[in-house]
């Protein structure tokens, strides 16, 4: 297995307040990528990077911010948590479009 | 519309039965990729295809580029094999892996 893990696994935060998750690779991956996994909506990409430094958004990045400092970590912060963003994070890694895709195991986020 | 579209959503079946789940897309793509899931765990890399077929024990993957359209088949199903698979593809256009909303898979002993 490709080594891709998240931090944390599971997290419980309060409305309003910052949030960072962590994806970490050791693949030497160039590619990497924040989802969201909700019922009825399957994975929604919310940002992605294509290189240290180069990030974008993808299609439900309001409220959510990234940063890509190293190849191997790519960090997920929720500004001020909202409900609505309890969810299911997934972070991918691929080493280029045309590669294989390998994910994290998910981070599971409750925001009270 | 969505950019990739899975047929069905939901699958029951008998143990035995062969099994095809459908994955149509409309954008163009530098890789398919077929994954599975299973009920509160992580997501697996089955296949990964930019043209043609492939084969890994029972599951058989194809795609065809001319019609936006790729196939997993399911040989033999057995109950182990319930789980969520999920059509995803790399946009040739700006690397985004964009996800169909999966299909419920469940085969029943």
């Known amino acids: 297995d490709a080594g891709i893990t998240q931090s944390p696994r599971h997290k419980v935060t309060e409305t309003g307040t910052p949030v960072t998750l962590r994806c970490h690779q050791t693949e030497n991956h160039r590619y990497m990528y924040w989802y969201r996994q909700d019922p009825g909506h399957g994975l929604r990409l919310i940002h992605y990077s294509y290189g240290v430094k180069d990030t974008d958004k993808g299609e439900v990045s309001d409220g959510y911010s990234v940063s890509r400092s190293k190849t191997e970590d790519f960090l997920l912060t929720l500004e001020s948590a909202t409900s609505s963003q309890t969810s299911v994070y997934f972070c991918?890694?691929?080493?280029?479009?045309?590669?294989?895709?390998?994910f994290g195991q998910g981070t599971r986020l409750t925001v009270v | 519309k969505n950019e990739v579209e899975q047929s069905p959503q939901n699958l029951t079946a008998q143990e035995g039965e062969f099994i095809t789940i459908n994955c149509s897309y409309s954008v163009g793509i530098s890789a398919l990729h077929w994954l599975q899931q299973h009920p509160g765990g992580g997501i697996v890399s089955l296949f990964m295809l930019s043209s043609g077929k492939k084969k890994h024990g029972r599951l058989i993957a194809t795609i065809n580029i001319q019609e936006k359209h790729s196939s997993l088949h399911i040989t033999a199903s057995h109950p182990r094999d319930s789980a969520v698979y999920i059509c995803?593809?790399?946009?040739?256009?700006?690397?985004?892996?964009?996800f169909g909303k999966g299909t419920r898979l469940h085969i029943l002993p």
């Open positions: 991918a890694s691929t080493l280029s479009p045309n590669t294989e895709a390998f």
């Open positions: 995803a593809v790399t946009s040739n256009r700006d690397d985004k892996i964009i």
